[in-house]
């Protein structure tokens, strides 16, 4: 079987093609200066199609080396290119330029995205098409964002405060979603004047890759947008331990982000970590249950439970505990395994081998805690598909808040189902837990829903919906989820610093010595 499923030509003509080597792959290189060059590096990562099993792209397993050349070219271009000279209003004009290409080219992405990690065609093309917003907002914003005058209680002195981009940023995306998780951190780092060093993940660098080619159409300048792949080991500790970045921004795991933190720490650079969640999503008697049961579908299953702010926690009340899960269990009985690239497909497969393994474990210690198992629980095999990584919808009732199966995060298709007697059962069931990313509630009471949203500790709680975002609000959680934001003017902010500025207004300096 072909490891490609889609057609990887670009479609704007102005894009040149990604080499292929002999047997077919896709052979990348870093992008460093405006220029795509050889690692310094003799190692390479080939990149696996999740849907084949198939080897169909190879990319550099970078250096140190790689990284310092990269840091000192957004270096250069932050101190003394073009950039480092652009007024606010001109950054803005190129980052709507390059939301303009992205909405020209959101079906190739959408296809590179696809190859790389194996979501459904039908959630990327969405997903590609609204990242376009990310670029048009920043780029709006980027000369919106002023200081202020500060009423000064000194005589003779005008104070004000202004904005001064951070310098050069760190992004370290995740596998899961690779080109919006990158677009919510570079975005707003651009309009604020900053200059970035992309790492994706090993397993999907491709669609990054394929992506600066629009940077580079766009007109930034050479060495404002940089590329380095490579292991987190390897390429990843070179870049957060660099003495050339003053700002990191992270998507990943927690033990990953703490880590980073704590090296980061040792420079003063400042973090951005968006690190998961253990989210819980709660259903109240008086919801309305139609409703409810496909929120609590969307917000495990979609993408294959492979996003941060997955409802993992099912949380029901006692009185429709029984119905709503047997309800639940009907909903996913009967969906639809296959390629994505048919929009018939409802589950995608897992995106890595690794993450793969993962979920087949937490199955097996949620059977031994003692969680019961009331559907899927096993891989799915898909004809057409031998070496798939296809998972059942998996569902356990019966689950206790002090089991791991509801305190570590699986970040696969695997729901764990708990009871609640009332508000305050809720609360505290939601609430017991290091993470604090999302929370989910579904209730016909007004008043309930806004309880609810002050008590629980979560950077973001949606009330009868689930997974709704928008590039115009901030996201981040509270605990092990993660510092900082991402969206919205907060978003922006991550990446400047305040400066104050003291004007003397009188003719004359007083004598220091003099006493008066």
């Known amino acids: 079987m072909s490891a490609l499923l889609v057609d990887m030509t670009p479609t704007d003509s102005r894009l040149a093609p990604t080499r292929r080597a002999e047997d077919g792959c896709f052979v990348y290189r870093q992008y460093i200066d405006g220029t795509f060059v050889d690692s310094d590096g003799e190692g390479w990562i080939d990149s696996d199609n999740p849907v084949t099993g198939a080897v169909w792209a190879r990319v550099p397993d970078g250096t140190a080396s790689d990284v310092d050349r990269a840091v000192r070219a957004a270096t250069a271009a932050f101190t003394t290119g073009p950039w480092a000279t652009m007024r606010p209003t001109a950054r803005g004009a190129l980052l709507r330029r390059l939301g303009d290409l992205i909405e020209q080219n959101a079906d190739w992405l959408a296809r590179v995205e696809l190859q790389d990690n194996g979501k459904l065609i039908a959630e990327l093309s969405m997903q590609m098409r609204y990242m376009a917003q990310y670029y048009y907002y920043y780029g709006g914003l980027a000369d919106k964002v002023g200081g202020s005058v500060i009423p000064s209680d000194k005589p003779g002195i005008f104070n004000f405060t202004t904005y001064a981009p951070c310098g050069v940023v760190a992004c370290i995306m995740p596998w899961n979603s690779p080109l919006p998780l990158t677009s919510l951190k570079l975005a707003p780092a651009l309009a604020a004047g900053a200059t970035v060093v992309l790492k994706p993940s090993e397993f999907t660098s491709a669609s990054l890759l394929e992506f600066v080619k629009l940077v580079e159409l766009a007109g930034f300048p050479p060495g404002v947008v940089n590329v380095v792949t490579g292991r987190g080991a390897g390429a990843g500790d070179a870049l957060v331990c660099h003495p050339g970045i003053q700002r990191i921004a992270v998507t990943g795991g927690p033990e990953a982000g703490r880590i980073i933190a704590e090296k980061a720490a040792r420079h003063m650079k400042r973090v951005t970590l968006e690190l998961g969640g253990k989210s819980p999503n709660i259903v109240f008697a008086d919801a309305d249950m139609d409703q409810a049961v496909k929120g609590a579908v969307a917000g495990i299953f979609a993408a294959s439970g492979q996003t941060c702010v997955a409802g993992s926690r099912l949380l029901l009340q006692d009185s ?11 909903f996913i009985r009967d969906v639809r395994f296959g390629s994505p690239t048919d929009p018939a497909t409802q589950i995608a497969p897992i995106s890595t081998r690794p993450q793969f393994e993962k979920i087949q474990s937490y199955v097996a210690i949620a059977r031994q805690d003692g969680a019961r198992l009331v559907a899927g629980g096993k891989p799915r095999a898909v004809p057409g598909f031998p070496n798939g990584l296809f998972f059942e919808p998996t569902i356990f009732a019966d689950v206790t808040n002090d089991m791991r199966i509801a305190r570590e995060e699986v970040f696969g298709p695997v729901l764990s189902v708990l009871r609640f007697r009332d508000e305050e059962d809720a609360i505290r069931i939601a609430n017991d837990t290091e993470f604090g990313l999302a929370a989910g509630v579904w209730t016909e009471s007004l008043r ?43 978003g922006m902010m991550e990446y400047l610093e305040t400066k104050s500025v003291w004007i003397s207004t009188t003719a004359e300096i007083p004598n220091p010595f003099v006493r008066r």
């Open 448 to 490: 309930r829903g806004l309880l609810m949203s002050e008590r629980l500790r979560a950077g973001t709680v949606w009330v009868n919906n689930y997974r709704s975002t928008s590039t115009t609000s901030p996201f981040g959680g509270f605990g092990m989820s993660g510092v900082g934001r991402e969206g919205g003017i907060a």
């Open 320 to 330: 429709i505990h029984d119905a709503f899960l047997g309800r639940l269990v009907d």
